[in-house]
Structure formats: structure tokens, C-alpha cells
């Protein structure tokens, strides 16, 4: 019976989230746009990771994105990580995000460099050998995503 559970939760879930990666065309982003805001890996990291993160609409699908995201990640974005979000063509990054990654769930915080100010996230999402689609929300405020790929550290 759990095992039936487990089934359809999984299934719903595929039918729901996977569709969704469609309209992020995460096959287009660059390596190289992203090296410039890399530093050196912390100890507990073995991959790199870079992307995309964009509002959804009120259906739940992504819309263009905002900004780029860069960071690290454990155990192949699984576990924890930790990043920073720039507005597209910015040098400078704005925006930290780290949490952990447990299965489809994503807990953590993102938040203003400046200010130091932040606020806790959940998410729900996916990933493969090499990609990862995650929608993030907060208590308040509008629904994103965070969409990209990542990589081993050489």
C-alpha cells in the first residue's frame, strides 16, 4: 500500500513540475558567462553549479528570466548549497541563496548582501545527471524558479 502511495505521489509530481522546465530553455546557458563569479570551492562542495532564476505566473509556468545564478553544491545537488543571484548583466551579485536539498524538497534562505536582511524558502522540484528545476516560495511574495546545470569541480 505505501508502495502505491509513494507510486502516485511520484507520478502526480512528473505530471505536475516536469512539464513546467519547457519554457526554461536551460540547454542554452553558457559556462562561461558564470566563471567570473566563482571563487574557490568550500571544502564541503564537490560540484559547481549555474543557471537562471525567473518569476512563474499565476499557472505556475516560468516566465523569462531575471538573473543568473552561480554557486556550489554537494553530492550532485543533492544536500547542501550555496550561490549568489545577479540581475543579468550585472558584475556585481545581489542576492545569496543556500538551504539543502533532500529529494524533490529544497529548504533555505535567500537574501540581500548589502543589507544582510533575509527570508526562509521552500521549494519543490527536480533534477537529473546534469540540469535542476526547483519553483521557490516564501511566506510573502511571488513564486520563482531557479533553473540550470552543474557540474563536477576539477
Not at 507510486?7 to 502526480?12: C, D, G, R, S
Not at 537529473?128 to 528545476?133: I, M, V
Amino acid at each position: 500500500m505505501i508502495g502505491k502511495k509513494i507510486f502516485l505521489t511520484a507520478a502526480v509530481f512528473a505530471i505536475l513540475i516536469i512539464p513546467m522546465t519547457s519554457a526554461v530553455n536551460i540547454d542554452k546557458i553558457s559556462d562561461n558567462k558564470y566563471q567570473n563569479y566563482l571563487s574557490d570551492p568550500p571544502e564541503w562542495a564537490s560540484n559547481y553549479f549555474y543557471g537562471v532564476v525567473g518569476l512563474t505566473n499565476q499557472n505556475g509556468q516560468p516566465e523569462d528570466y531575471k538573473g543568473i545564478t552561480v554557486g556550489y553544491c554537494q553530492n550532485d545537488f543533492k544536500g547542501r548549497f550555496a550561490g549568489v543571484i545577479a540581475e543579468n548583466d550585472e558584475k556585481t551579485p545581489k542576492l545569496f541563496i543556500g538551504g539543502k536539498i533532500a529529494g524533490p524538497f529544497l529548504i533555505g534562505v535567500i537574501g540581500n548582501i548589502s543589507t544582510e536582511k533575509y527570508a526562509g524558502m521552500v521549494g519543490i522540484g527536480f533534477r537529473n545527471e546534469t540540469h535542476f528545476y526547483y519553483r521557490l516560495m516564501g511566506i510573502v511574495g511571488p513564486t520563482f524558479y531557479i533553473a540550470g546545470k552543474y557540474h563536477p569541480i576539477k
